[in-house]
């Protein structure tokens, strides 16, 4: 087995306590690893450290000769951002080899018109693709990937899903996507209490064996407490009796107990701190038929006419959690920002609760419906505020209970006063969901609110929305999110918004349109490219939507029995055939 790198006793420390410390690694060919842990542990750090980006405090790291490495940073550098596609990409090539750009380009589903776009103008699937192929145009051995998911629609998902599966170098990805992890990798590393743990497992499995260690543990620290407490007792009993009946023997043995006391303290298994914070929701049911209804309305973009897409009537009440489906571009944020500002137009004023989207067709809030907004740019939080200060904004609350709600969320009492711009986008969200817990507003706006959550953070605020008592519409492209926490389902595509029963409904017509995107792109782009690309191509959407109904049909099928969609299982397993047969044409 040819070694990559190794890596010995690494510690790094930005402040007095350490992100990590006393941390050993090795990367084999082959060897596909997924880096886990809750937000702030320290993983991008870990890779940065790994490709010589950043110095550790303590420890060293040996790479070997033959090996390549490739870092695959989270987003699009800044010098970057006004340069045009090709040239972002034969910047990595010497001046004879620039005929590669293009090939890769090519093969990657850019179209010869883009590639002379400017870098900032690209969709956040051709962002991330960009990254992945300045990375690997000079094929490395190994590539460190920092998050290449977060910002991603299910499309470009699965396509980066699928590269990653085909992949035949080494990797290590951190991701707070469990589907893609558990797809793509075959080694779990896990950062907590600043330290690694090593799994030869993928995601799903490993964190099942981290579970049954840590019960496990618990069970031992229990019955070692318990001897160390036996061994404590008697040791006072016997000090006790040493002292009133002068017994130095036994006044001896008393001492010698203490000191087996405190070796076995000392060698007592270790518990896990666990996670920094939960996340808990709370909201407030405004007993009212409607917290919000629209009449059939036209989106559009800021400072435009031009129409997004057509909304119909649409009522909104307590209980309900909405899911706004559709790709990237298609106007799911730019709905949400439409209704948050006309709900602020209408409580900026005397007027009644009633606001106009266009000259004939109206928004109408409840009077008394208190909105609350998670912008996935997390800028309601104002940078030079502190801590402190910042949450009351949302609610009129003690000085006490901010300090309590700060500290039950991992903020410790001496950060109070750091002002918020110190903050990282994964503590930035936390703070914005504390304040959003404080104000219990009665309906809630989440605008892909899991970008900055760990896996953990996921599912509990899967678990929070359903006990939420208020109203919740949320944009996501977490499939465990849409499917567990939401009831009504509204894909926005062709140009209109359409409610669905189910989530398995909204994603056939999702499919169905980017079938039929696939088609409308390659007629567009069959000038463009050769025929051995426009053969890779049409095979990458096969695969694509192979990977997808799979996803699918597994999810369904692990769903108890009363919860499953026969009908839908049985229209699955058809496609799947016709496309394994097409594919192995």
Known sequence: ??????????????????????????????????????????????LKVLDGRTEPNEGNIAKANHCLISYVEQHIPEHLQNVSVMDALAAKLDTSEQWRA???????????????????????????????????????????????????????????EQFLAKWKGSFVLVSHDQALLDAVTNTTWV???????????????????????????????????????????????????????????????????????????????????????????????????????????????????????AMPEMRIKSGDRIAILGSNGCGKTTLMNALYYHY???????????????????????PKCRLGYYDQSLQQLNDYETLASSLSTYACVSDETCKRALISAGFEYQRHSQTVESLSGGERARLLFIGLTLAKYHLL??????????MEGKEELIETLNDFEGAAMLVSHDRNL?????????LISNGTLTEYLSAEEAYLNIASA??????????????EVDGLAQTQL??????????????????DLHRKSKHQKPHLQQKWREEIDNLNQQLSA
């Open 344 to 366: 602020q137009q209408s409580n900026s004023s005397d007027l009644m609760a009633r606001t106009s989207l266009s000259n004939d067709n109206t928004v109408v809030f409840h």
């Open 445 to 454: 706006f989440l605008d892909e609110p899991t970008n900055h959550l760990d």
């Open 102 to 160: 293009e090939l890769f380009l090519a093969e990657l589903s850019f179209c010869e018109s883009d590639y002379h776009m400017p870098v900032s103008h690209c969709s956040g699937g051709q962002q991330m693709r960009l990254l992945l192929a300045r990375a690997i145009i000079n094929e490395p051995d190994l590539l460190l990937l920092d998050e290449p998911s977060n910002h991603l629609d299910l499309p470009s998902l699965l396509w980066l």
């Open 191 to 309: 950062m907590r209490d600043q330290t690694l743990l090593h799994f030869s497992l993928p995601c799903s499995e490993a964190r099942e064996a981290l579970k049954e260690k840590d019960e496990q543990d618990m069970l031992r620290h229990q019955s070692e407490q318990k001897e160390i407490d036996r061994i404590e007792k008697s040791a006072k009993r016997l000090a006790v009796w040493g002292k009133v009946y002068d017994n130095e023997d036994l006044a001896r043995k008393a001492k010698t107990m203490f000191v087996r006391k405190e070796r076995l303290e000392e060698e007592q298994t270790e518990l896990s701190n666990g996670a920094p914070w939960r996340l808990n929701l709370q909201g407030e049911a405004l007993p009212a038929n409607r917290l919000l209804e629209t009449s059939t309305i036209e989106i559009s973009p800021p400072q435009s006419q031009a129409s997004l897409f």
């Open 482 to 490: 849409i499917e567990q926490s939401c009831n009504r389902f509204w």
């Open 1 to 46: 087995m040819s070694t990559y790198l190794t890596a010995q006793s690494l510690t790094l420390s930005h402040s007095s306590h350490p992100l990590f410390k006393a941390v050993t690694v090795t990367i084999n060919r082959g060897d596909k690893v997924g880096l886990i842990g809750h937000n702030g542990c320290g993983k991008s750090s870990l």
């Open 514 to 527: 980017m079938n039929n995107e696939v088609v409308s792109r390659q007629s567009d782009c069959s000038l």
């Open 538 to 555: 049409e095979e990458e959407q096969l695969l694509e939507r192979l990977i997808e109904l799979e996803t699918l049909l597994g999810d």
